[in-house]
RNA sequence: GGCGGAGUAGCCAAGUGGUAAGGCAGGGGUCUGCAAAACCCUUAUGCGUCGGUUCGAUUCCGACCUCCGCCUCCA
């Protein structure tokens, strides 16, 4: 069955179909951090998108080749080393660290290259030299490079490709840097920015002089080069779209590297941003949250990424603190039936139960349907409860289903880790319970079942003894 | 103003031209020494409002209301 994808290029959902003759290999560029701080919760939930969209990839088959670039060099950037007194490297790589502590934190497989842009620098100069010579940028008398909207469009190239635009109610808004007034026109953007005083030591020399670049064709310059001229997937936030995706189409398209009639890009997906306690998120409404801020409350990474797969990724999503609740309240139903199949399975091992795949296949395969891929595990975990309850389970099945999970967990990565160590503290207190119980001394077995909750072990007490589980 | 998206139970959130998935929270029960976990029952005659089409609309069409995003470096 072929996966399907809202395409913002076409505004529906098309079927994904890859370069490759094989239909194996797939090219996946998505838009990383701009590393001049801690990301937040939102920015976290277009990189789970991304990681969603790979896992589901590798799960179908698809040999992915996921890129995803490092913004290090960038306005916020050079203000804060200024103030900072450090280098820029010494600057980003502190956030970088974190950033990429923080995607393993949320299960986030690691993208195959995470190229930086200030490592980039020849292969800019290179795309803004091939630019100039197509005639679609110009250098300012300011210094700086501009790529031309209007000469791209003389080329018969088309501007808009991601929304429709009217191109003459653009007009400079507050956020146009003032030393940008050098442009031919307002939809000009900067490919190569000439240095000025506060720039301090970030520049690069450039056949145009003493620079930086711009933004938008690090994405063209870095993706072409580790993806090819064209491939078929690239990834970022709705917020994206305008200007910087349609402004790296223009660049890389305007660069004519593509084979004939291949576009840059086959298929450009977009997440939705979030709100978080039903608002735009911002610190002065305190509802700003890093995932260090969520970490330090007390949530785990996974119930974290559960509650942002939780909701399909071009629907604009409310995170609160109240469905993280939730999400580990649902996460510990899921631990609990996937536990109790593992002990029934005891050695056995079986080939996944397809059942449950085939749904959750089916499911993900209609852009992405978390909801009911969702609902569908939910209702497995039901009726699976059911049999477990029922003692009618037998250990091949059981074998079968945690197969399945396992399979299942492949794309979603949120389950429990198997094979927990409890430590010897913990199993004598258990012991000291037991005995109690044993003795009807009830009093003294629920105080020491209250102790191991506050050591964070909580007692189920079955048929067969009872079961220590973290909580 | 332009373009785009959304309004479904206390909260989050699927979905369909034929009468509303799933998760969390709540209520009742079974089990348990008591719990926990699990299971069973239960919680929207209703899907922003008003019209229209239809045998029938939450689902299609129109108008309106509200919210959100983008409109030059913000995921």
């Not at 589901?56 to 050079?78: C, P, Q, R, S, W």
């Not at 209007?150 to 088309?158: F, K, Q, S, T």
């Not at 609990?336 to 085939?358: H, M, N, Q």
């Not at 296949?361 to 939910?378: I, K, M, P, Q």
Request: glycine share 6%.
């Amino acid at each position: 069955m072929a996966l399907r994808l809202f395409n913002t290029l076409k505004r529906e959902i098309e079927e994904i179909v890859v370069r490759d003759p094989d239909k194996r290999r797939v090219g996946m560029y998505c838009c990383g951090p701009t590393v001049y701080d801690y990301a937040h919760i939102g920015n976290y939930r277009t990189f789970v998108f991304a990681d969603l969209v790979r896992r589901y990839l590798e799960f179908k088959g698809y040999a992915v080749n996921h890129v995803m670039n490092i913004t290090d060099v960038e306005d916020k950037i050079i203000a804060r080393v200024k103030s900072a007194g450090v280098t820029l490297r010494d600057y980003t790589a502190k956030y970088e660290t974190a950033f990429l502590e923080d995607m393993a934190t949320l299960r986030c497989v690691r993208p195959h290259h995470l190229p930086r842009a200030t490592e980039h620098i020849p292969e800019i100069i290179e795309l803004i030299s091939r630019l100039l010579a197509r005639g679609v940028a110009y250098q300012a008398p300011d210094g700086s490079v501009y790529f031309s909207i209007e000469r791209y469009r003389g080329c018969g190239c088309r501007y808009g490709q991601l929304l429709n635009l009217d191109l003459d109610s653009l007009r400079p808004g507050e956020r146009v840097s003032n030393d940008e007034y050098a442009k031919e026109a307002v939809a000009d953007f900067a490919l190569w920015k000439a240095r000025v005083p506060e720039d301090g030591a970030v520049t690069w020399p450039s056949p145009w002089g003493e620079g930086r670049p711009g933004w938008h064709v690090e994405c063209s310059a870095m993706s072409m080069k580790l993806l090819g001229p064209s491939f078929d997937l690239h990834l970022g936030g709705e917020d994206l779209i305008f200007p910087h995706h349609e402004d790296e189409i223009a660049q890389s398209e305007g660069a004519d590297l593509q084979p004939a009639g291949e576009p840059f890009v086959r298929h450009w997906l977009h997440g939705a941003h979030l709100l978080v306690e039903g608002r735009k998120m911002s610190k002065s409404l305190g509802n700003y949250f890093t995932l260090r801020d969520l970490l330090a409350k007390g949530y785990a990474g996974r119930e974290i990424r559960y509650l942002l797969l939780s909701a399909h990724y071009r629907e604009a999503f409310n995170f609160t603190l109240e469905n993280l609740i939730g999400a580990r309240t649902a996460l510990n139903r899921l631990d609990d039936c996937v536990t109790k199949l593992r002990e029934l399975a005891g050695p056995v091992t079986a080939s996944p139960d397809p059942t449950l795949i085939e749904s959750i296949r089916t499911a993900l395969d209609e852009d992405l349907n978390v909801s009911a891929a969702w609902a569908a595990l939910f209702d497995w975990v039901r009726e699976l409860n059911r049999q477990i309850a029922g003692q009618t389970l037998s250990a091949e099945p059981a074998a079968a289903a945690v197969a399945a999970w396992e399979a299942v967990d492949r794309i979603f990565a949120v389950g429990a880790p198997a094979g927990l160590e409890i430590p010897a503290e913990i199993t004598a207190l258990l012991e000291q319970r037991q005995a109690a119980r044993k003795a009807r001394d009830f009093p003294k077995a629920d105080t020491l079942r209250d102790t191991l909750l506050a050591k964070g072990w909580a007692i189920e007490d079955t048929p067969k003894g009872p079961r220590l589980k973290p909580r």
